[in-house]
């Protein structure tokens, strides 16, 4: 029977080919393999060369930046203005004696002294942070060598006065109970970061403004953000005055007590912005 027409007409001297054969269908095969075998081996060629020119085209790009974008680079800033909530300042005594013993000793009570009195003035455990707490002998150098004549202890802590109007007596205390280091203070504001947020958006809107203006002065169209950066300022600028601990108290104590302006607090973002153009 034939393969290609399903005739049982067709003969042939060999059942293995179609040489010989009377089939009418037997050339119509072969023309049909040929074709199919053509056709396969067009789509093998095209899949082949389509590999090729890619990896000559990724080959060709090795070591090389990606294409240069059309772009405009502006810079912004924003600003805004807060009052201070928070003093932050660091308090020490440095303590001298002839022996450790002697100098831990005065130098715990009179710390201990000061803790006492801060906290009747509002002040947290969670906002008092012992920061260093040091001992180290004390030398005197003479003819080449060196003999220790005392020791010496120094102990600080770092005060968060969240009452600023409790600062001036608090500050005061140094002094009443004979602590001598007052080595900062500084004034910051709780919520800062939602200052930030708001400086943030004035130096964009900056950016935005400054972006149009030169994009129609130069003719060409904004499409898109490519890179944005921003990093931020605080600045604040405390003022201090002075005047008797007596005649802040109406006492005759000498102390003086430090009349402290906390001033406002100046927070200030500026931004980078890259934008394409076309």
């Not at 399903?6 to 050339?27: A, I, L, T």
């Not at 499409?223 to 003022?239: G, I, K, L």
Request: hydrophobic letters at 35%; a positive charge; aromatic letters at 6%.
């Amino acid at each position: 029977m034939c393969l290609f027409c399903h005739s049982g007409d067709c003969s042939s001297g060999n059942n293995n080919d179609f040489k010989g054969s009377s089939c009418k269908c037997g050339s119509f095969g072969r023309i049909l393999i040929k074709a199919l075998f053509c056709i396969l081996l067009v789509y093998l060629i095209v899949y082949v060369g389509t590999l090729a020119r890619n990896n000559i085209k990724k080959f060709n790009y090795i070591g090389k930046a990606d294409r240069m974008q059309n772009t405009i680079n502006i810079n912004g800033e924003g600003k805004v203005t807060g009052m201070p909530d928070i003093a932050v300042t660091d308090i020490g005594l440095v303590t001298e004696k002839a022996d450790v013993a002697s100098a831990q000793k005065e130098n715990t009570e009179k710390m201990n002294k000061l803790i006492v009195e801060i906290k009747k003035n509002g002040i947290v455990d969670a906002d008092i942070q012992t920061t260093q707490y040091n001992i180290n002998p004390k030398y005197n150098y003479t003819d080449g060598g060196s003999t220790i004549t005392g020791y010496t202890v120094s102990q600080s802590v770092t005060l968060k006065i969240r009452d600023l109007t409790k600062i001036k007596s608090i500050l005061a205390k140094v002094g009443e109970v004979g602590v001598n280091q007052v080595s900062s203070l500084n004034f910051t504001i709780d919520n800062m970061e939602k200052l930030r947020a708001e400086a943030r958006v004035k130096a964009l809107e900056n950016v935005k403004t400054k972006a149009i203006a030169l994009a129609n002065a130069l003719g060409v169209k904004l499409v898109r953000v490519v890179s944005f950066n921003d990093y931020s300022q605080d600045n604040a600028s405390p003022v201090y005055g002075y005047k008797s601990f007596a005649e802040a108290t109406g006492g005759s104590a000498p102390s003086p007590s430090p009349d402290v302006q906390t001033g406002s607090l100046e927070i200030k973002v500026n931004v980078n912005v890259v934008y394409e153009i076309e």
